[in-house]
């Protein structure tokens, strides 16, 4: 089981100075189980993995190093409008030229992707 947690910075930091659901998480990281609420039990839950994202603009800019120490951080910074014309291009080009549509839609691609990115850029900026 793959469990993606995205804002991982973003649960509040509460009165001592730590995240519950961070905590939660942890918790299953260190002894690989969760807790039954109804049993009072644990459950042991094996062959998880976990990927997580921050968010760099909100939340807690930092994470619990109890929590940090079982993931390889990487930053990352946003590509340029070049580079997601590109990486968007291929990846829809390829799709359209493999499912056998029409030419003219193929080759429209970049200005379909043109437009998506700017869309987008809009709604960013506001």
Same mark, same amino acid.
């Given at each position: 089981?793959?469990?993606?947690?995205?804002?991982?910075?973003?649960?509040?930091?509460?009165?001592?100075?730590?995240?519950?659901?961070?905590?939660?998480?942890?918790?299953?990281?260190?002894?690989?189980?969760?807790?039954?609420?109804?049993?009072?039990?644990?459950?042991?839950?094996?062959?998880?993995?976990?990927?997580?994202?921050?968010?760099?603009?909100?939340?807690?800019?930092?994470?619990?190093?109890? +929590?940090?120490? /079982?993931? #390889?951080?990487?930053?990352?910074?946003?590509?340029?409008? &070049? !580079?997601?014309? %590109?990486?968007?291009?291929?990846? +829809?080009?390829? /799709?359209? #030229?493999?499912?056998?549509?029409?030419?003219?839609?193929? &080759? !429209?691609?970049? %200005?379909?992707?043109?437009?998506? +990115?700017?869309? /987008?850029?809009?709604?960013?900026?506001?």
């Amino acid at each position: 089981m793959v469990y993606f947690i995205d804002d991982l910075n973003l649960p509040e930091v509460d009165l001592y100075n730590t995240q519950s659901a961070i905590a939660l998480v942890r918790q299953h990281l260190d002894y690989q189980h969760w807790y039954d609420p109804v049993k009072f039990s644990a459950k042991t839950v094996n062959n998880c993995q976990y990927i997580a994202a921050m968010n760099p603009t909100a939340g807690c800019f930092f994470i619990n190093p109890r +929590l940090q120490r /079982h993931f #390889t951080s990487f930053a990352v910074g946003m590509p340029s409008a &070049t !580079s997601l014309l %590109t990486i968007y291009d291929t990846f +829809l080009s390829g /799709h359209l #030229t493999n499912n056998n549509f029409n030419g003219a839609l193929i &080759t !429209s691609a970049p %200005t379909l992707i043109k437009g998506a +990115l700017a869309v /987008h850029k809009e709604v960013s900026d506001t």
